[in-house]
């Protein structure tokens, strides 16, 4: 089976001008995600998981390595596959009904097919009695689901989502995990989802990608072998709470890495700091 998406030897630097400095966020980095999968990447902060996401997208090209979707080179942005970030990124001064048409419009579609395609979608993401709200009426979970309503509208294949749900309170999250999972079964797009939350990880995917600390590398990939029908019976079922544990504990290792790393290079810092203050006390 030809994979959605196939990540080659992903490499990304970020270069600083001013000091001539780069920081390699991604390195070497492969893995493939099937089509109509829930794919989860975690991994400690600074690994790179977004600026993967957006190399996926088409946003951000990499330095050496390549992406192929349906075994088609990605050079640019698609409408094919879209991204909802975790700002939500709704125009504030249109209604909800203008925001999901916002893409259709982008895209040529006539005002009456867009009407009812936005209002099909205000429907499958419960927003019904809601079209004509503007962003600073709703809550943060209803600005959520009118953000993921305006990424499915354009019919994308592939549903990228920047940590959708950082931003809410833990049972407005819990609510629209359940939400994301009713969707996919009523759409059967590809997700792929960055996290720090590994029970939403596990709630959510059939497999998690757990990554490195910086450089971002492919530690593991872990198989979620649950009944995605019954999830939300099985929450903290001794299985789930396996997978959990077993996710926590590979993340902690690479947390704790990064953190030596740091402390390391922070104390290389201070120590060329007092080396140079004391040669310029000897020349004073």
Same mark, same amino acid.
């Not at 999968?37 to 600026?51: A, M």
């Not at 409408?79 to 709704?90: A, C, K, S």
């Not at 006539?110 to 936005?118: M, N, Q, T, W, Y």
């Not at 994301?180 to 759409?187: G, K, M, N, P, Y």
């Given at each position: 089976?030809?994979?959605?998406?196939?990540?080659?030897?992903?490499?990304?630097?970020?270069?600083?001008?001013?000091?001539?400095?780069?920081?390699?966020?991604?390195?070497?980095?492969?893995?493939?995600?099937?089509?109509?999968?829930?794919?989860?990447?975690?991994?400690?902060?600074?690994?790179?998981?977004?600026?993967?996401?957006?190399?996926?997208?088409?946003?951000?090209?990499?330095?050496?390595?390549?992406?192929?979707?349906?075994? #088609?080179?990605?050079? %640019?942005?698609?409408?094919?596959?879209?991204? +909802?970030? $975790? =700002?939500?990124? *709704?125009?504030? /001064?249109?209604?909800?009904?203008?925001?999901?048409?916002?893409?259709?419009?982008?895209?040529?579609?006539?005002?009456?097919?867009?009407?009812?395609?936005?209002?099909?979608?205000?429907?499958?993401?419960?927003?019904?009695?809601?079209?004509?709200?503007?962003?600073?009426?709703?809550?943060?979970?209803?600005?959520?689901?009118?953000?993921?309503?305006?990424?499915?509208?354009?019919?994308?294949?592939?549903?990228?989502?920047? #940590?959708?749900?950082? %931003?809410?309170?833990?049972?407005?999250?819990? +609510?629209? $995990? =359940?939400?994301? *999972?009713?969707? /996919?079964?009523?759409?059967?797009?590809?997700?792929?989802?960055?996290?720090?939350?590994?029970?939403?990880?596990?709630?959510?995917?059939?497999?998690?990608?757990?990554?490195?600390?910086?450089?971002?590398?492919?530690?593991?990939?872990?198989?979620?072998?649950?009944?995605?029908?019954?999830?939300?019976?099985?929450?903290?079922?001794?299985?789930?709470?396996?997978?959990?544990?077993?996710?926590?504990?590979?993340?902690?290792? #690479?947390?704790?890495?990064?953190?030596?790393?740091?402390?390391?290079?922070?104390?290389?810092?201070?120590?060329?700091?007092?080396?140079?203050?004391?040669?310029?006390?000897?020349?004073?």
């Amino acid at each position: 089976m030809i994979p959605k998406i196939k990540v080659e030897n992903l490499t990304k630097k970020f270069e600083f001008k001013r000091d001539k400095t780069y920081i390699e966020v991604l390195q070497d980095i492969s893995f493939s995600i099937n089509s109509n999968e829930i794919f989860s990447i975690i991994g400690p902060s600074g690994c790179g998981k977004t600026t993967l996401l957006y190399i996926i997208s088409g946003f951000i090209k990499p330095d050496t390595g390549k992406i192929y979707y349906d075994s #088609e080179l990605v050079t %640019s942005p698609s409408p094919r596959r879209t991204v +909802i970030f $975790q =700002e939500y990124g *709704l125009f504030p /001064w249109m209604t909800v009904e203008e925001n999901i048409e916002f893409g259709l419009k982008a895209k040529g579609i006539l005002k009456d097919e867009r009407r009812d395609r936005a209002r099909k979608f205000v429907e499958l993401v419960h927003l019904k009695g809601f079209e004509d709200k503007y962003p600073h009426e709703l809550s943060g979970g209803m600005k959520q689901r009118v953000g993921i309503a305006r990424a499915l509208a354009i019919d994308p294949e592939v549903v990228l989502m920047d #940590e959708p749900f950082a %931003s809410l309170d833990s049972l407005t999250r819990e +609510i629209m $995990q =359940e939400e994301v *999972l009713r969707i /996919w079964e009523a759409t059967q797009k590809t997700l792929i989802l960055i996290t720090h939350n590994i029970e939403e990880a596990v709630f959510l995917s059939d497999r998690v990608m757990i990554m490195t600390a910086r450089p971002g590398r492919k530690k593991e990939i872990v198989s979620v072998d649950l009944p995605r029908s019954h999830r939300q019976e099985i929450k903290r079922d001794i299985r789930s709470l396996k997978l959990t544990n077993y996710i926590s504990q590979s993340l902690r290792e #690479e947390t704790l890495k990064g953190i030596e790393e740091g402390g390391i290079r922070l104390i290389k810092v201070l120590g060329d700091i007092r080396l140079g203050g004391s040669l310029n006390r000897k020349r004073g």
